[in-house]
C-alpha cells in the first residue's frame, strides 16, 4: 500500500471502493500532499457482499464487534489518525454513489476497487468509475488473484482496452494505467 503512495501528486484525489472499517483508507489517504487532496471512500458500510461466503465472513466479524454497520468504526479510525480533512466517506453501493459524485470526468489520480467482488460487480465498478480517473491514472485491485471474480473482470478489462500497462503487483494487488484513449 505504502508503494501506491508514489503515484499520488501533490493534491491528487483518490477513490476506494470498499472501505470496511478504514485500514485501507487510512494507509492511501497518509500519503496524500496537498490542501486540495482527497480521498472519497466509498461503501454501503453494511459488510454486503454478493457472494455468500464473503458476506457472511463481513457479518461474522461484525457480530463479533457488535455493530449492524461499520461506519462508526471507519469514522473513528479516520479521527484517530488526523485524517478528518483529507477522507470523504459516501455511504452507499458504489452505483449508487456515482449518482451524486461531484468531481468530474478525469480528474481522479487513483482507484482502488475493493468493494463487491464478483466478476459482474467488479466489471460494473470499472466500467462506472474508470471514466473518472485521469488519463494515465492509475487503478488498483484488491485480491486479484482470488477465486471470486476479480480476475475474470480484469481479463475482461485488459480485452476491452481498458489499461495502457500493468504498474506493478503488490502483494494482493495489482495495478494498471488507465488507457490514454479511454472515453467509455
Ligand atoms: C474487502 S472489504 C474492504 C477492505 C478495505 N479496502 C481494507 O483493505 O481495509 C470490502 C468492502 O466492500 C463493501 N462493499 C461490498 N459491496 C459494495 C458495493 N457494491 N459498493 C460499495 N461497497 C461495497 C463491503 O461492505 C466491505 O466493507
Known sequence: MFRLWHYLQANAKIVEIGSWIGESSCLLASGLKGEDAKLYAIDNFKGQASDPAARMRYQERMSRLKINNTKEIFDKNIAHFKLLSKVESIAADSLEAVKSFREPLH??????IDG?????????DITTWMPFLKHGGTVVFHDFSSNHGVPQAIWWAIQQSYFSGLVGIYGTMIAFRSSESLEK
Open 107 to 112: 480528474s481522479i489520480d487513483l482507484l482502488f
Open 116 to 124: 463487491d467482488h464478483s466478476e459482474d460487480a467488479t466489471r460494473k
